[in-house]
């Protein structure tokens, strides 16, 4: 089992990069932070039935320039969105970010991303709720012919250009993978079809992994890297959770100042350690 953290970085906790580095030193091999653009004031959707938010949610880092920070304090760490909201975010810029985080971080980047929860959210960046899934398939494709294409030209319903030069390239190869969040019928057929490995949420039970496992074998993918981002530190959870064939599991680290955020990642590691 790889154990890496989860957490949720904003302007009140600890920075990117001593975040980075101490999970680096403490033998945690990478770091998955979440996204959110802004939390709209009036809202009706709710985070997995809960009206109201916790702090750090409205006051989140852009995922990808904290991820760069983190990138130039470390030489290993693999550094992830868990995930980021790109139905909400332009396709070429997002394309042109990953890369460059790829190329700066000489090849540690991973793309997780989702269709999101939050409908006002949405709406504010001008995408209808009810095609985010649509437009999420289709913004994969072209950041990937983005990626690998000299001259990439995508022509969807929903991402359309005509031929452009884009670079950098990203330093892995071909691309650096892309993880697909989700466990909604939805998300396990843009898993099978676009994804390099599966984010399931942490409340996700040994048995769904092992069908969601089956279902991927059954149409081609055997071996599909599978990381869990944000459980608690819990030995039978992640006795269950390893036999069901989860690769990775991304604790959760409170957002926190930094001498409490180091003395729970302290904590984590002696965790980690003595499942290893």
């Not at 091999?29 to 009706?44: G, M, N, W, Y």
């Not at 868990?82 to 991973?110: C, F, M, N, W, Y």
């Not at 649509?134 to 950041?143: D, F, G, K």
């Not at 180091?262 to 290893?276: E, I, M």
Request: with cysteine; charged share 25%.
């Amino acid at each position: 089992m790889k154990f890496g953290i989860y957490t949720l970085l904003t302007d009140e906790g600890i920075r990117p990069d001593v975040v980075a580095r101490a999970a680096e030193e403490r033998g945690f091999d990478s770091l998955f932070i979440a996204e959110h653009s802004h939390i709209p004031v009036k809202r009706e959707s709710l985070l997995q039935g809960r009206a109201e938010l916790p702090r750090p949610y409205y006051r989140t880092l852009s995922p990808f320039l904290a991820l760069t920070a983190a990138a130039t304090a470390t030489s290993r760490l693999l550094l992830g969105t868990a995930i980021s909201l790109l139905p909400q975010r332009d396709t070429i810029h997002t394309a042109k970010e990953v890369a460059t985080l790829d190329v700066l971080s000489g090849g540690r980047a991973i793309l997780g991303v989702g269709v999101g929860w939050n409908r006002e959210e949405m709406r504010n960046h001008g995408v209808d709720p009810g095609v985010r899934g649509a437009l999420l398939n289709e913004q994969l494709e072209a950041i990937k012919v983005m990626w690998m294409q000299e001259e990439a030209e995508f022509h969807g319903d929903h991402v359309d250009f005509d031929p452009i030069h884009i670079w950098p390239k990203p330093t892995r190869r071909p691309h650096p993978p892309i993880y697909i969040g989700g466990e909604s019928p939805a998300a396990l057929a843009r898993l099978a079809r676009h994804g390099d490995g599966w984010l399931p949420r942490a409340a996700t039970p040994p048995a769904e992994i092992r069908r969601v496992s089956a279902q991927l074998a059954d149409q081609g993918r055997p071996d599909v890297p599978i990381t869990l981002c944000g459980l608690e530190a819990d030995a039978g959870a992640v006795e269950g959770l390893a036999g069901a064939g989860v690769e990775r599991i991304a604790l959760l680290l409170p957002t926190a100042p930094e001498d409490d955020s180091l003395r729970a990642l302290d904590g984590l590691a002696a965790f980690a350690d003595g499942l290893r």
